[in-house]
């Protein structure tokens, strides 16, 4: 099993709709979780990390379940903007570095 | 501050040539990273630093070499490029903190295409 798997998609959904993603991960000794996203040749950057109690910022809603080890990403009332390539991530602690599932495509669509 | 920064931008090598690839940040982070990014594999960890002079493997080091002489500069070594290296190289850094405020800042990228 994978240490971090996602559904590749790609996700065609149309502006304004809802869409959710999920991430499952194996390792159970992971200690933090992140959602990036990354647009199109460009470099990842951090969207937001996940808390146990689920976290909210704006539009978006990350939630982490660690008995069931998956992490999930809820955008709301979505964007053009929004079309990229969603990267569920996990630490495990320490100096480790961190272990990227292979990404989510998302196209929003006019 | 400049944040992350990479050079070049694109290179093209032949087989069995070596290259630097050129990492800086000014955060003022400890911790640095080389990652690489290949179609339909995700990202995966080259080598990583906790600070000067200490640097550790990743989950795909061979045929790369790193140091870390000073906070701000982490080079990532080709010794003798081969095809299979062609990727887009990500350098990224972080600063020590506690898991949940692990920020990590990726610079450009780097696209290396061994012929």
């Known amino acids: 099993r994978k240490e971090v798997e996602q559904d590749p998609g790609p996700f065609n959904v149309p502006e304004g709709a809802t869409v959710a993603f999920n991430c499952t991960y194996s390792?159970?000794?992971?200690?933090?979780f992140f959602w990036y996203r990354q647009d199109c040749r460009k470099e990842p950057k951090l969207l937001m990390s996940v808390y146990s109690s689920g976290n909210e910022d704006g539009r978006f809603t990350a939630q982490l379940n660690r008995a069931s080890q998956y992490i999930s990403l809820l955008i709301r009332d979505s964007k053009l903007s929004d079309s990229a390539t969603y990267l569920c991530?996990?630490?495990?602690?320490?100096?480790?570095?961190?272990?990227f599932g292979k990404g989510t495509h998302l196209i929003i669509q006019p | 501050n400049a944040g992350v920064t990479q050079t070049p931008k694109f290179q093209v090598l032949k087989t069995g040539q070596s290259m630097t690839l050129q990492c800086a940040q000014d955060m003022n982070h400890e911790y640095m990273s080389w990652y690489r990014q290949d179609p339909g594999m995700g990202l995966r960890l080259i080598h990583y630093?906790?600070?000067?002079?200490?640097?550790d493997q990743g989950e795909v080091p061979n045929g790369y070499n790193v140091s870390r002489s000073t906070t701000e500069d982490f080079p990532l070594r080709l010794l003798s490029a081969a095809p299979s290296q062609t990727s887009v190289y990500f350098c990224?850094?972080?600063?020590?903190?506690?898991?949940?405020?692990?920020?990590?800042?990726f610079g450009p990228g780097t696209r290396l295409l061994v012929l």
């Open positions: 390792n159970s000794a992971s200690q933090s």
């Open positions: 991530v996990v630490k495990r602690g320490g100096a480790d570095g961190l272990t």
């Open positions: 990224a850094s972080r600063l020590r903190l506690g898991p949940a405020k692990e920020t990590q800042y």
């Open positions: 630093s906790v600070g000067a002079g200490i640097t």
